[in-house]
Structures are given as C-alpha cells and as structure tokens.
C-alpha cells in the first residue's frame, strides 16, 4: 500500500493525537491487519493486537473475541459499507479514529488493482460525527488537517488548505 510513498505527517499527527488521549499501558484492539502504523505505536508502548483480514462488514470474530481497553481505526471505515455494525460491535470503552474526508473537487479513492483498497465511504465531520452517536460512542476530542501534495494544479492549491483526514477521541456512551 505505501510502496513510494510514506504518510509521515499523518503518522505524525496521528500518533501525537493517541499520546494525547491514550497512555502507552493500555491495550489496544487496532481495526485492520498489522500495519507500518500499528508498528509504530508498538514501538512506542503500546501493546496492540490487528485484526486478522477478515472483512469487517460481516465478520467481528476479532472484535468480539478482544479484551483491549482501547480501539483504533485509522483509515478503516471507509473501506466499510455498513462501518456502524463494527463500531456497534465493539467492547472496548474508548476509540480513536480517523478517516480521510471527503473533498468536494475530487472523486472517492479507488484502487484499480487492489478490491481492498477503495473507499466506499468519504466522510464529512458532520457524518461521522453522526455515526459514532448512532453506535453508541460520544466524541470527546476530534482534530483535522489538510494534505498537501507536491504537485502543479489547481487540486493542488486546494489541498493545501481543505481538511482531509479528521480524528476523533471517542468514549462509550453509559446506558440510561
């Protein structure tokens, strides 16, 4: 997936937002197959366990089957149809997510070679925001920033000031 290209200040910022909410004893159930992210996070502390590739929309063995104290999905839910049965599904009391948002001067990402990588979803705050109430998460903290490319273009120009990636603190919602 990142064969030429590394995303260090996603990465970054990412890691700077989960140091900032979660301490580096707790475990962590990270959505996904293990990854350069997950690897770094383990190299920072943190004890994580990946899912194994089973797909998320109709398989939540892993979710079910984790006893983490924390979730982290980073760039996952978009690659979901129905992202609200996994994030339903999950036993953890405290989530960190991101997701790419949608840009309103591009198309959705979809990968020609790869039927794993394409984006069915491209959020809005408002959206996923939406989303995480619905199962059963109240966000806390949440951050965006832009990604600028190193291209000539009007995208280009674009990018460098329209949010693209939004991360959200979440904490499960007590039951009434």
């Known amino acids: 997936m990142y064969e030429n290209t590394f995303p260090n200040k996603r990465f970054r910022y990412t890691l700077e937002f989960l140091k900032k909410h979660v ?98 979803h491209e959020f809005e705050d408002w959206q996923f925001d939406w989303l995480l109430e619905k199962s059963g998460w109240e966000i806390q903290d949440s951050k965006k920033w832009a990604h600028p490319v190193k291209k000539i273009g009007l995208r280009p120009i674009l990018r460098l000031f329209t949010p693209r990636y939004y991360i959200v603190y979440a904490v499960r919602k007590k039951s009434s």
């Open 23 to 120: 301490p580096t004893n707790e475990s962590i159930l990270d959505l996904g197959v293990e990854n350069p992210f997950s690897k770094i996070m383990t190299k920072e502390g943190y004890q994580v366990e990946n899912t194994k590739g089973e797909d998320l929309d109709l398989d939540f063995s892993s979710i079910l089957n984790s006893n983490a104290k924390v979730a982290t999905a980073f760039e996952i839910f978009e690659h979901l149809l129905a992202p609200l049965n996994a994030l339903s599904k999950i036993k953890a009391d405290t989530l960190v997510a991101s997701v790419p948002l949608r840009l309103w001067f591009s198309p959705a990402y979809r990968s020609k070679n790869d039927p794993w990588d394409r984006h069915y």
